[in-house]
């Protein structure tokens, strides 16, 4: 007989974080997007009744994937609107962005690297949010170098 896992509000933490959407493409990104509220209020509904996780096991795994679902859809989107902007942005604009994203990566590298300090469960919490962030930013540049190398008039 296999043991049943018990999940915990820690398990939300699994995979990557939630993308961080810029103002530019936010508009693009998050229409029609299915925010999960439904699910997170069945789910704090269920902790308040029952005081403990145990209980609350459909709540989570409804609120995890969920969860999964937007932020796959929101790198999709993002993905998608970085490499549209590639491809119909000017190029000193295209060059302008692609030069601020690659900042970003580094100066998420090198904030990766002092998070290394960080001891224990707050640690790898902010190790997890800023190892998601890194590699949504090299994705986010990565599509608009696609876009860029695709354009007919470059």
Do not use: H
């Amino acid at each position: 007989m296999a043991e049943e896992a018990i999940l915990t509000g820690d398990d939300l933490m699994t995979g990557a974080p939630s993308p961080l959407v810029p103002a530019e493409l936010s508009p693009y990104v998050v229409e029609g997007l299915d925010t999960c509220t439904t699910e997170v209020r069945r789910l704090f509904q269920c902790l308040y009744k029952n005081d403990v996780e145990p209980f609350c096991q459909d709540e989570l795994i409804l609120v995890k994937r969920c969860t999964q679902e937007r932020d796959e859809l929101i790198r999709k989107r993002l993905m998608d609107g970085e490499k549209t902007l590639g491809s119909v942005m000017p190029l000193e604009k295209v060059k302008e962005r692609d030069d601020a994203l690659k900042a970003e990566s580094e100066l998420l590298e090198r904030r990766l690297i002092l998070a290394s300090t960080i001891e224990g469960v707050e640690g790898f919490r902010v190790r997890w949010r800023l190892n998601g962030e890194l590699l949504d930013v090299n994705s986010r540049l990565e599509a608009l170098r696609k876009g860029a190398v695709g354009r007919k008039d470059g």
